[in-house]
């Protein structure tokens, strides 16, 4: 996800252009307690805003097409808070066995 934050890492909007993200998203969260429960009414409601035809938020793509930061633009356009945990000593991307590979011989 990119996101732009205030400096209490709260996430307010998922910028359209690249030249404003301060973070990137690297498919990692964690929801807890009440903020579940809003992440699982939100979800419903995605699903039956598209059942409906109607709109989601700020993407043009249905429940089933949309993407994680979509679902995550609508957390924030609800009022839900947010906030980012930046990772300074990195990470891997691993999206196919080859990606892992590398990952392995490195980590060894």
């Not at 097409?65 to 990772?87: F, P, S, W």
């Amino acid at each position: 996800m990119l996101s732009m934050r205030n400096m209490r890492r709260r996430i307010w909007c998922i910028p359209s252009c690249v030249r404003k993200v301060q973070s990137q998203y690297i498919g990692l969260m964690r929801f807890r307690g009440e903020g579940l429960k809003e992440l699982l009414r939100i979800c419903g409601e995605a699903e039956e805003r598209s059942r409906q035809g109607l709109a989601l938020w700020r993407t043009a793509g249905s429940y089933k097409k949309m993407y994680m930061t979509d679902l995550l633009q609508g957390l924030i356009d609800e009022g839900c808070k947010l906030r980012a945990v930046h990772i300074t000593r990195g990470w891997y991307e691993i999206d196919d066995i080859s990606d892992l590979k590398i990952a392995e011989s490195q980590l060894g």
